[in-house]
């Protein structure tokens, strides 16, 4: 016992000592750059060791919770370091005669410290001469197309990124046109500090240009003698006598893995001897063929419909099938729609139950008209439930892939061609006080593109660059409304009747990096949907065809299809009210968008802070900005090796339908917590 108290004794003295060391530290509050002239604030913080404190909201969340951050503290041994990193920051952007120099303020009472940095930059250092030792023995031709990586204006300030970045580009065409083992081995800067000059030498080891005169393929696995050496090397696209490129075999082990026939595939280029010598290569295909036939069940989620949804299934994939590495897939699922607001009452969980069965046969086609086109035919057969609304909904869809070269700013090219029949019935309602069912019935026919631009750094997490999608089709909606009176079991209204439209779908994010540590994102959203009538009434499109804003990557304060226009476009067939409870039809004018701030934690974890709005409207003409719903709200999120994790809680900020902001409203009738795959946008 007396052990125990002892140790109890010790553990007490440790956090007493410990926590009165935490007291006598001094925070640095602040870090300021006097003098710079040519680059930013942030520029400077982002390559010195010290670091500013956080705001106190992020310190105080960081005491009780895992979000914010710790306090930063001072420390003048940084310093040093700091001085060191700045000067080295300035000398690889031409400003080799800058100086630098620091001071600092210590306020004992408020236990914080200012760190000043006094900048003096002095003259930057301009290009006099550059050559390219290795270069020389290229032909014209080559030279010519690399001739903006060669050139350096005099009057040009040295920048070692800038140099780099040129001789990485020389390097990438080079090996793209032959140039298999082409080098950059080193450079040398000679400064004439008299004159503010650099006579700068970049050496370069070209060897031979290389063209193709053998091609070997290398195939195991089970299953290896049903894939052919001419199917191969038809979807490699390389033959005998080619010019070696790198970006090629790039582009051909892609296509290879397409076909989903290789559990692995690898493409190199190699040669020795002789043949290095004569400029002769031999391009090697190694692969392990897959089994052509596979039968797996499946456990999945989703956030189809703005829901996130809880499903199983299985599926049969044929690859190869009749040859040209076509591949079937037949799948069968069952989900249940928006699991997270399921109510559990005994009395009401079946008839709310929201639940979906979908059959689909798919066959991916990896070329089509040529290599760099793919194709894909879905046919699908799907039944769910919405509310208390019952749907069937089958059709044909085709789209293609277009090869895009990665550097251009549209990357993305799909079009498209789509069948789709939608019908639904809604059993009862009153219609002039008489009991009435209605079963509409639309099929809409479509041909669309869409067209994209992506450069962002990261899949699951961007750090940095855009997403922008453009969404363009024209479609015809043959539409027909059957309304039959429950007492006389007549049928009282019968519609048939044709619509065109054009509808167009823009969606915009960027993303920034605002924090030294590149784990704090700021991102931006914006999406806006416009459906325009050719001919009939906007009441003839499909109503999945319409836009809906609300869940889980939409206006996260409300529930998926809850932000849709309260006049629907129903000509007198029946009472618009009924829409909105049953949230059958969204608008044809879309407007949403967000803000995101995202932070990211102990690899593998982060948390958000958000402000969504939104809403949809029936036409671009019935816009009102006191109608845009605005939500706030913060999330925490777990990245997995095959997606990320999110979970949601988002709070009306402002209720367009009641005009009322959070603080005229119970706080927790306000909350809507969503669960979702993958960020948000």
């Known amino acids: 016992m007396k052990f125990l108290v002892y140790i109890f004794n010790l553990i007490l003295l440790f956090n007493v000592c410990h926590f009165a060391q935490e007291e ?12 710079n002239e040519t680059f930013f604030d942030g520029d400077l913080t982002a390559v010195i060791q010290s670091e500013e404190s956080p705001m106190w909201l992020w310190t105080f969340l960081n005491s009780f ?3 914010g951050s710790p306090p930063n503290y001072f420390d003048s041994s940084s310093i040093s370091i700091d001085l060191i990193s700045l000067k080295s920051f300035y ?3 031409g400003f080799f005669k800058a100086e630098i120099n620091y001071s600092f303020e210590i306020d004992t009472s408020a236990k914080s410290a200012d760190l000043i940095y006094y900048i003096k930059e002095n003259s930057p250092f301009d290009f006099h001469s550059v050559q390219f030792p290795g270069l020389e023995e290229l032909n014209d031709w080559i030279k010519s197309n690399i001739e903006d990586y060669l050139e350096y204006p005099a009057s040009e300030r040295y920048s070692q990124e800038k140099v780099q970045k040129k001789n990485d580009d020389i390097i990438t065409y080079l090996k793209n046109n032959g140039y298999m083992f082409v080098t950059y081995d080193s450079s040398i800067v000679k400064i004439d500090t008299s004159n503010s000059k650099i006579d700068l030498l970049n050496y370069f080891t070209t060897e031979s240009f290389y063209r193709y005169n053998d091609i070997q393929i290398d ?3 089970d299953a290896s003698s049903q894939v052919s050496y001419d199917l191969i090397k038809y979807i490699t696209n390389i033959n005998v006598g080619d010019t070696y490129r790198k970006n090629e075999l790039s582009k051909s082990r892609l296509r290879l893995a397409r076909t989903g026939l290789f559990s692995s595939i690898n493409l190199n280029g190699i040669s020795h001897g002789q043949d290095s010598i004569a400029g002769k290569a031999q391009l090697q295909i190694t692969g392990t063929v897959t089994p052509m036939n596979e039968l797996s069940p499946q456990i999945f989620a989703d956030n189809e419909l703005g829901y996130f949804n809880l499903g199983v299934g299985a599926s049969y994939v044929r690859k190869n099938f009749l040859g040209d590495a076509r591949k079937l897939t037949i799948r069968a699922s069952f989900r249940i729609n928006d699991v997270a607001n399921i109510d559990l009452d005994s009395d009401y969980f079946f008839n709310a139950l929201q639940s979906e069965v979908e059959l689909s046969a798919i066959v991916d086609q990896p070329f089509l008209f040529s290599r760099n086109v793919a194709g894909r035919l879905e046919l699908y057969l799907k039944s769910y439930n919405i509310e208390s609304v019952d749907y069937q909904n089958y ?7 277009v090869d895009m070269p990665s550097y251009t700013f549209i990357n993305l090219l799909s079009p498209y061609l789509r069948f789709d029949r939608l019908s639904y019935n809604i059993p009862y309602f009153e219609d002039k006080g008489e009991p009435t069912t209605v079963s509409p019935r639309t099929f809409t026919t479509s041909l669309g593109a869409e067209i994209g631009s992506a450069n962002t750094d990261n899949l699951f997490f961007p750090r940095e660059g855009r997403n922008i999608s453009l969404i363009s089709e024209f479609s015809s909606a043959s539409v027909k409304w059957d309304e039959k009176n429950l007492t006389t079991n007549e049928v009282t209204k019968n519609v048939d009747s044709v619509g065109l439209y054009l509808k167009f779908q823009l969606t915009w994010g960027s993303y920034y990096t605002v924090s030294r540590d590149r784990n704090s994102i700021f991102a931006l959203k914006l999406k806006s949907g416009y459906i325009q009538m050719l001919s009939g009434d906007q009441s003839l499109v499909s109503p999945n065809q319409t836009f809906f804003a609300g869940g889980s990557n939409s206006v996260r304060g409300w529930r998926a299809r809850e932000l849709i226009p309260p006049d629907q476009g129903f000509g007198d067939l029946f ?23 995202r932070r990211r934690f102990k690899e593998d974890f982060g948390y958000v802070l958000f ?9 671009a003409d019935q816009f009102q900005w006191n109608e845009v719903a605005v939500a706030i709200g913060t999330g925490v ?19 367009p339908k009641d005009l009322k902001y959070i603080y005229e409203a119970p706080f927790l009738e306000t909350m809507v917590i969503n669960f979702g795959i993958g960020e948000a946008f």
């Open 219 to 221: 195939k195991t696995g």
């Open 65 to 67: 919770t895992f979000l």
């Open 611 to 619: 402000l969504d709005y939104g809403n949809t409207w029936n036409g």
């Open 91 to 93: 000398s690889v952007n």
């Open 637 to 655: 999120r777990y990245y997995s090796p095959i997606a990320p994790f999110r979970l949601d809680f988002g709070f009306k900020l402002y209720d």
């Open 24 to 35: 006598d530290r001094i925070e640095l509050s602040s870090i300021t750059f006097i003098g």
């Open 575 to 597: 009472p618009p009210s009924l829409n909105e409870e049953l949230k059958i039809r969204g608008g044809t004018f879309l407007l949403e968008g967000s803000f995101e701030f």
């Open 395 to 401: 059709g044909a869809n085709f789209n293609s892939a």
